[in-house]
């Protein structure tokens, strides 16, 4: 009986080890899963480019959303590749994107800047820039190439 009770207390004892191995190894998975939740936010910082636009397009309208490729794919190539510059377009008429655009309040065509730094976002409005060059292309490219260099300098 004496026996028994020894081999209980020694498999006791291993089994509280063996948790107590287990509580240290989930805290130290919980202290890498801290670690990485803190590079993904320091990676998440990017610019998203939010062409917003509804089922039925203008001239003007499409224009905006091609120049608005031109100028990513012609200045800002890495930047895309690398997801500093993330490129969306957003149809507003689609259910799916209702609370996007209702953040941005947009309720056709609208062209946003998101710079999203440390989990804080900040809005640039470019609609009305957009409009205005909309159809010259070398006009709206700089334009926009000039925000989105002022954005990047913020991240």
Do not use: P, W
């Not at 377009?89 to 056709?108: C, I, P, R, S």
């Amino acid at each position: 009986m004496k026996n028994l009770k020894y081999l209980f207390l020694f498999i006791s004892a291993i089994f509280i080890l063996s948790c107590g191995n287990s509580s240290t190894e989930s805290s130290s998975a919980t202290s890498n899963h801290s670690t990485q939740e803190v590079a993904k936010t320091k990676m998440a910082n990017r610019i998203e480019v939010l062409d917003f636009y509804g089922s039925h397009r203008c001239v003007t309208c499409k224009a905006i959303e091609a120049n608005t490729k031109y100028t990513l794919e012609t200045y800002f190539g890495d930047e895309l590749k690398s997801g500093k510059i993330v490129f969306k377009t957003v149809n507003v008429d689609d259910e799916a994107n209702f609370k996007l655009a209702e953040k941005f309040e947009a309720a056709g065509t609208a062209l946003f800047l998101n710079t999203v730094k440390d989990g804080k976002e900040t809005h640039v409005n470019l609609t009305n820039q957009a409009f205005e060059k909309g159809r010259d292309k070398d006009a709206f490219s700089d334009e926009l190439k000039f925000f989105i260099d002022l954005q990047l300098k913020e991240i």
